[in-house]
């Protein structure tokens, strides 16, 4: 069974940083693009960033570019987000969700999203 | 960026009717097109994807249709279950993309 845990949201003020974390089982995590997206209480879904399956490859929502950063260990199953300098609008639940292909796909599970909150 | 606008943005329809959820996009994205839901409290739900494949355990009231810049969930016949919100999404080029999304209530 495929399961996918977010970890690392909480409460931070403007300009501060946040590491986010989602471990994976149940599949072979190094196969398969992974990708975060973000969902503002009561609104719709975007798309945050995106990593291939050997790491080699990154991609970012522009509003996020050159602020947050996206890695993963494949040796421990764990995709890593990286937030800094942190705005209000950054303020969403943040999914974890599974490619279908090495390189990308469409997002076939999700984890249950950890929540980051930017506020003063 | 492929902006993808979906509509209606609330349908509101009883159990056993048909539901047509319409999803357009800003310039062709061939197939690569993938239907979600949401529920409460929930994360997404993988119902179609490549424009009309439905995902593993979903059922066969729901199908996709369409390519290019046009795109339809159908659902044949409304459970109680199906009130949501309905997404699409684009990976045809980089950003990814969403729709706004459709609320399906009673």
């Known amino acids: 069974e495929v399961q996918l845990v977010e970890s690392g949201g909480g409460l931070v003020q403007p300009g501060e940083s946040l590491r986010l974390s989602c471990v994976a089982s149940?599949?072979?995590?190094?196969?398969?693009?992974m990708n975060w997206v973000r969902q503002t209480p009561g609104k719709g879904l975007e798309w945050v960033s995106a990593?291939?399956?050997?790491?080699?490859?990154?991609h970012y929502a522009d509003s996020v570019r050159g602020r947050f950063s996206l890695s993963r260990d494949n040796s421990k199953n764990t995709l890593y987000l990286q937030l800094n300098s942190l705005r209000a609008a950054d303020t969403a639940i943040y999914y974890c969700?599974?490619?279908?292909?090495?390189?990308?796909?469409?997002?076939?599970?999700w984890g249950q999203g950890t929540l980051v909150t930017v506020s003063s | 960026e492929i902006v993808l606008t979906q509509s209606p943005a609330t349908l509101s329809l009883s159990p056993g009717e048909r539901a047509t959820l319409s999803c357009r996009a800003s310039?062709?994205?061939?197939?690569?097109l993938a239907w979600y839901q949401q529920k409460p409290g929930q994360a997404p739900r993988l119902l179609i994807y490549?424009?009309?494949d439905r995902a593993t355990d979903i059922p066969a009231r729901f199908s996709g249709s369409g390519s290019g810049t046009d795109f339809t969930l159908t659902i044949s016949s409304l459970e109680p279950e199906d009130f949501a919100v309905y997404y699409c999404?684009?990976?045809?080029?980089?950003?990814?993309?969403f729709g706004q999304g459709t609320r399906l209530e009673i």
């Open positions: 969700a599974k490619g279908t292909y090495i390189n990308g796909g469409h997002f076939d599970y």
């Open positions: 149940g599949f072979t995590f190094s196969s398969f693009a």
């Open positions: 990593i291939t399956g050997s790491g080699d490859s990154t």
């Open positions: 310039q062709s994205v061939s197939s690569y």
């Open positions: 490549d424009a009309s």
């Open positions: 999404l684009q990976r045809s080029s980089w950003p990814i993309t």
